[in-house]
Nanobody
Framework: QVQVEESEGGLVQPGGSLRLSCAASGSLLSIYAMGWYRQAPGKQRELVATKTSGGTTYYADSVKGRFTISRDNAKNTASLQMNSLRPEDTGVYYC???????????????WGQGTQVTVSS
């Protein structure tokens, strides 16, 4: 089994900062990528940022220049530093891990339970 755990989000004022962390554990043999998604009320889940084990990063246009994703490949962890937060950044943030286990011949996606981030004054 694979476990994906996110740190707690929180309530932040507009313009503030927040850092989310994610840790993957369990029967993973190899992680291809770790990333963050978010889902606002009434909207579909969207990709925020992702980083491959090789270091390639991707950011949604809406967060470029404000969010930074980092990874520690040795520890199977990822973090999302969020600066200059806006009310539209509000949502449930999910960590996703794409990896291979002993039971899977192809990489599969494993999700955390999500953590609420609210940006409001």
């Amino acid at each position: 089994q694979v476990q994906v755990e996110e740190s707690e989000g929180g309530l932040v004022q507009p313009g503030g900062s927040l850092r989310l962390s994610c840790a993957a554990s369990g029967s993973l043999l190899s992680i291809y990528a770790m990333g963050w998604y978010r889902q606002a009320p009434g909207k579909q889940r969207e990709l925020v940022a992702t980083k491959t084990s090789g270091g390639t990063t991707y950011y949604a246009d809406s967060v470029k220049g404000r969010f930074t994703i980092s990874r520690d490949n040795a520890k199977n962890t990822a973090s999302l530093q969020m600066n200059s937060l806006r009310p539209e950044d509000t949502g449930v943030y999910y960590c996703k891990v794409r990896g291979v286990t002993k039971l899977s011949t192809e990489p599969l996606d494993y999700w955390g339970q999500g953590t609420q981030v609210t940006v409001s004054s």
